[in-house]
């Protein structure tokens, strides 16, 4: 077995690229493994003992914590994975719900983090590691262990957790939750840490010459249907096509919008220790910690938003329009970033914007995320314009079209949607995205503007999407060159009249936008 100063092993992702978060913080990470002598298990220093969610211990007439079989973060991970392949959870949830009910700030909840989310992007690539090791299909190891055998890969193919440590604690977790496996799971780690990614992936993975999309499927742990999806909207080209594979493992930055007339992006950026983004004038990048809690966001001067949705929104607000211009309409404006980046560039110009979502909780997040601002949430389907009297035919300047898709183009920040998402969930959605794209169509004005977005670069929610609904909507239709409605000097926009962000090309998510001008 190879030592753990390898970098192939512990910082490297497949074929030499940097996969998930690995090498990222991974030498904070690299004296993890038991608890130091005298130390219990997620806790520092001589503290009182808190009991957390293990129960307690009646011996001796007191209660005292139960000591976790594997310490804190990890234990936290695993709880986090199994909820996800057990509850149909999404990590982005119940994870920090874990590590704000355990108390895990710090190290230890970046630890936790990068664990639970580089396990879950990587589980198709582990998953083969796992099986080809344990000489049975991974789908016959009993559920909890299989998740824990996943945790044990991961740490030992893309952390710096020595090995010894990342088998001992794979063990201890298992030796709880599935006590009659410790040997197997033992033995089935070791031969796992007996080759680095690269090996494994020289041994698993189809030739790059007889089948390239396996070979990249594997390689870089993305279904096979969504590597040919996003080679196919990039043209055929496989080198570009693996760089935006490494890109969907590794761990997105956190991006905030700085809303217009409410703060300005260089201080705010001072303000968090961030930094100004790259393209969109209202982006602050963030390097971590909890935006939420940040008092620019929780008191309405800013939001979390990727870039890229930034972009998108403001390019209907910059497009040139002749005529009135004080109606704007947000067809699907769950759950309020865009509404509020809209809302807020709508209250400087004197414009008023409607909000429309159909699912009531979502609506309450739009009238939250636009609070002060002049917008007015309507819960409703926004298929229903010319139904509903307060969504009238030919009435708005500006409609925004967010369409719901198969969020292929943000895997990068929901890792377990890769798994979840099947081809055929793509007919409903694309059904779904061509009438709300008509009905924003029938919503402007004769002159206004649309602007349909996908944060998917499928192109069958994209260029056949729109296509289609603009043929068959009943009215003359001219696409507008998106390409100048977003910033000088950005890369990579191809040849218009539409434009695909990428996160390999612009950092942002993989973001769709067509801008349409009714006849």
């Not at 993890?32 to 001796?60: I, K, L, S, V, Y």
Request: proline share 8%; with cysteine.
């Amino acid at each position: 077995m190879t030592g753990p100063s390898e970098p192939g092993r512990f910082s490297e992702g497949p074929r030499g690229g940097r996969s998930g978060d690995a090498g990222r913080g991974g030498e904070r990470f690299a004296d993890r493994g038991r608890p130091e002598r005298g130390e219990r298990p997620g806790r520092r220093g001589d503290g009182p003992p808190r009991e957390g969610r293990f129960g307690a211990d009646r011996r001796g007439g007191g209660r005292r914590p139960v000591r976790p079989a594997v310490d804190l973060p990890r234990h936290v991970a695993y709880q986090a994975i199994a909820a996800v392949h057990r509850d149909d959870a999404y990590a982005n949830l119940v994870l920090p719900a874990m590590l704000r009910d355990e108390g895990l700030t710090g190290r230890d909840a970046a630890f936790a983090t990068e664990l639970t989310y580089g396990t879950l992007r990587h589980t198709g690539t582990l998953d083969a590691i796992i099986t080809d090791a344990a000489g049975r299909d991974v789908q016959r190891i009993d559920p909890p262990v299989r998740d824990a055998l996943r945790l044990g890969a991961y740490q030992l193919l893309h952390t710096r957790v020595p090995a010894h440590a990342a088998v001992s604690s794979t063990v201890d977790l298992v030796r709880t939750v599935g006590p009659g496996a410790t040997g197997f799971a033992n033995a089935v780690l070791r031969e796992v840490a007996g080759r680095d990614t690269d090996g494994w992936v020289a041994k698993l993975a189809p030739s790059e010459e007889t089948d390239p999309i396996g070979h990249l499927a594997l390689a870089y742990s993305h279904p096979q249907w969504i590597v040919r999806a996003f080679a196919e909207a990039l043209g055929g080209d496989l080198r570009e096509t693996a760089r935006l594979l490494i890109e969907d493992n590794e761990r997105p930055p956190v991006h905030l919008c700085a809303r217009p007339g409410l703060a300005d992006p260089v201080a705010l950026a001072d303000e968090v220790g961030g930094a100004p983004g790259a393209f969109s004038p209202y982006a602050v990048y963030l390097s971590g910690g909890a935006p939420g809690e940040l008092a620019a966001v929780t008191e309405g001067r800013a939001h979390v938003q990727d870039e890229g949705s930034q972009l998108v929104a403001n390019a209907l607000a910059v497009a040139p329009l002749e005529g009135p211009d004080g109606r704007w309409l947000d067809l699907c404006a769950g759950p309020g970033g865009k509404a509020g980046l809209l809302g807020a560039l709508a209250a400087e110009r004197g414009a008023r914007l409607t909000a429309v979502e159909v699912a009531e909780h979502r609506a309450r997040l739009v009238a939250q995320a636009t609070r002060g601002l002049p917008v007015a949430v309507v819960n409703t389907d926004g298929r229903t314009v010319g139904a509903d009297p307060k969504l009238p035919e030919g009435h708005f300047d500006r409609v925004l079209v967010d369409a719901p898709c198969t969020g292929l183009g943000s895997l990068r920040r929901r890792p377990e949607s890769r798994w979840r998402r099947q081809p055929s969930d793509l007919p409903p959605l694309t059904r779904l995205q061509r009438e709300l794209l008509s009905a924003a169509l029938r919503a402007v004005r004769p002159g206004g503007l649309v602007a349909y977005v996908t944060c998917s670069p499928h192109t069958v929610e994209t260029h056949v999407t729109v296509t289609e609904a603009s043929r068959r909507c009943g009215f003359p239709v001219d696409f507008v060159d998106a390409r100048p409605l977003l910033p000088a000097g950005m890369p990579g926009l191809g040849d218009g009249p539409t434009v695909q962000l990428w996160p390999q090309r612009h950092g942002t998510d993989a973001m769709f936008l067509a801008v349409l001008r009714k006849g």
